[in-house]
């Protein structure tokens, strides 16, 4: 299964959140995330403080006990409207988590809190960075924790990736902690910010 917590420029929402925590290795300037196509993005209310993202089939996956998928919800704020990263505190929730058979499961992010960096490397993209861990239940044999460290994902806005722009983590690998459950799974989400956000300096 996979979950992580990342909160980027819109990051986030991931099954069995993993909080994507981190410095980003590329080299780039300062990033603000922008409610207009402007920039610099210094126009008044202009620049995006809280981030609201959203991923409605955010998904763990193993080879043992198939997949986990949820709805996943970040909600968080920018400690700064502009820096190099830019650095999201949040939280993400999970709900409507169903395993590959469709039973019930729950997905509970372990630590209290997510940072995440978002960092821009060119025109309306951005690198998220983080690490995270999530708690996964599924019916009476499935309990298992995973954690993710070194996590990455990709921002873009609105005019690359139409709408409101998106954040994509592909195939990224989480580890079980010690226990019953697959030493590894991977994370596959892709969430959407509420509003258009665009990913500027």
Known sequence: MRFMKLVGLAALAALAAMAFV??????????????????PCDGPGTIITHVHE??????LLNNVTGFVRCTALFLGDALSGLANPL????????SNCIDEAKRPCTVVEVSSSALINVLRTKFETAEVTGTGEV??????????????????????????????????????????LPGFCPETATLDILTKPLIATYIST
Not at 23 to 29: H, I, N, R, V
Not at 136 to 163: D, M, N, Q, S, W
């Open 135 to 176: 708690l996964v239940r599924c019916g009476f044999f499935i309990h298992c924790e995973y954690i993710g460290t070194g996590l990455k994902g990709t921002a873009e806005g609105p005019l690359l990736a139409g709408g409101t722009g998106v954040v994509k983590i592909h195939k990224q690998t989480v580890l079980a």
């Open 22 to 39: 981190g410095a980003s290795s590329a080299s780039a300037g300062s990033t603000a995330l922008c409610t207009v196509d402007e920039e």
């Open 54 to 59: 959203v991923d409605s089939a955010a998904l």
């Open 87 to 94: 650095h999201l505190v949040g939280a993400f929730t999970y």
